[in-house]
């Protein structure tokens, strides 16, 4: 098999930790049963891990309860459970051009065919939004806020907790897409005045894909989209009101959960805080490697605080798609082009009139020499480029 140089660790963490490949054999060999529906011990078993992992993400996110941490299938999945079950026709929402199409689709759905109508506030030329634009769209039938925590196209991280306080001040539900953050800087339920966050596991919190989840503050109650089995109470003709089940629905992903329980010990051992500075280190590197280079443009790069280890650049006259091919063809380093599920942020940048741009994600296993490595294949590509434009 080739040997990559991985950049793609915004799209989903590569490899992960060895450890979450030898807990998901071990367990899923020895506990695979379903969680929940019996009282034999390989259920009982299965059904401690679940609730461990509960009471584990619980506290990582600084959360009171752990039956109000809700395991879903991804974000998208969790996105989808608060977006759907907490507006309604005749609402209003608001967001950032910075989301992922993950809250873009479910509002302009809801949009188009439920008549909620939806603001969108734009980020500044640096990638950020600025908290007081949101009290500006405050309405009487706002709903629900909800906001993109890390960008996964500009590594720009939002000021949530500000927003939250304006949120929260005027009693507006608020809500946070921690896909990209989760795994790489701390999140506070209750520091960040969160009223509800959505995670994936198979990003930083470096888990496998197929598990994500989302946390609920008590107060905030969201309505049911699905229904299903949850194994208890199986008489019941509707489907349970009580946290979590009020937003699981059929059989959980135990495997999914048994990686991510195995993903969190692993980032709880390292510490979030090495993690983050050792990928903004990397990330510093390739800024600083790249960015007095005559034929290339960084996108939302100048200050790499409030930031995380995504990087977005163009090599000017090639379409990205392009430089992420010759990437891969002629150096083997794996990176994303194009619109990466935000077509907002590339309208906004104008990137969406040039078929986007290429983005390096750099996750915990890239190394300095892995870094050089891609900052002298760009350089090569952008001197190629040159020759070729003369
Ligand atoms: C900011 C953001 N939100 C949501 C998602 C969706 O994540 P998933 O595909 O795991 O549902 C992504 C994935 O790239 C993302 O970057």
């Given amino acids: 098999m080739k040997k990559y140089i991985f950049l793609d660790n915004s799209a989903t963490s590569f490899p992960k930790p060895a450890e979450v490949y030898k807990f998901m054999d071990y367990f899923y060999r020895n506990f695979g049963v379903n969680p929940g529906r019996s009282g034999y011990d390989l259920c009982l078993e299965t059904g401690s891990l679940v609730e461990e992992t509960r009471r584990m993400l619980t506290a990582f996110f600084n959360g009171k309860d752990p039956n109000r941490l809700c395991f879903s299938y991804n974000s998208t999945d969790a996105l989808n459970l608060i977006i759907f079950g907490l507006l309604k026709e005749g609402d209003h929402a608001i967001t950032t051009t910075l989301e992922h199409n993950s809250v873009l689709r479910p509002l302009h759905h809801l949009w188009k065919y439920s008549g909620v109508e939806v603001d969108y506030i734009p980020f500044n030329r640096q990638g950020f939004v600025d908290p007081d634009d949101f009290p500006r769209k ?3 039938n706002t709903r629900l806020v909800i906001v993109n925590h890390a960008s996964n196209v500009l590594g720009t991280v939002q000021a949530i907790r500000e927003i939250g306080r304006r949120c929260r001040e005027r009693g507006i539900p608020f809500a946070v897409d921690t896909s990209q953050s989760a795994g790489k800087i701390p999140i506070d339920m209750d520091k960040d ?24 503050r008590e107060g905030i109650e969201i309505r049911h ?3 299903g089995g949850t194994g208890v109470r199986s008489a019941q003709r509707t489907h349970l009101d009580e946290y979590p089940y009020r937003l699981e629905y059929g059989t959980l992903n135990v495997l999914g959960v048994a990686g991510l329980n195995a993903g969190l010990k692993w980032i709880e051992n390292k510490g979030l805080q090495a993690i983050h500075e050792q990928e903004m280190k990397l990330t510093t590197q390739l800024r600083d490697g790249l960015k007095d280079i005559e ?7 100048d ?48 990137t969406d ?12 296993f890239n190394t300095e020499e892995e870094i050089q490595i891609a900052v002298e294949a760009v ?4 001197a190629f480029q040159k020759r070729k434009t003369g």
């Fill in 193 to 216: 005045n969160l009223d509800v966050l959505a995670f994936t596991g198979h990003k930083s919190l470096l888990g496998p894909t197929g598990i994500g989840g989302l946390y609920v």
């Fill in 138 to 140: 405050f309405k009487k």
């Fill in 225 to 227: 989209t699905r229904a």
């Fill in 303 to 350: 200050n790499l605080i409030d930031h995380i280890s995504v990087f977005l650049f163009n090599v000017d006259g090639l379409d990205a798609l392009n430089t992420s091919t010759i990437l891969d063809v002629d150096y083997n380093i794996a990176s994303r082009s194009g619109l990466h599920c935000a077509p907002l942020v590339h309208e906004q940048l104008g």
């Fill in 379 to 382: 350089k090569e590509i952008v």
């Fill in 295 to 301: 034929g290339i443009t960084l996108y939302c790069q």
């Fill in 353 to 364: 009139k040039i078929e986007g741009a290429v983005r390096f994600g750099i996750g915990p």
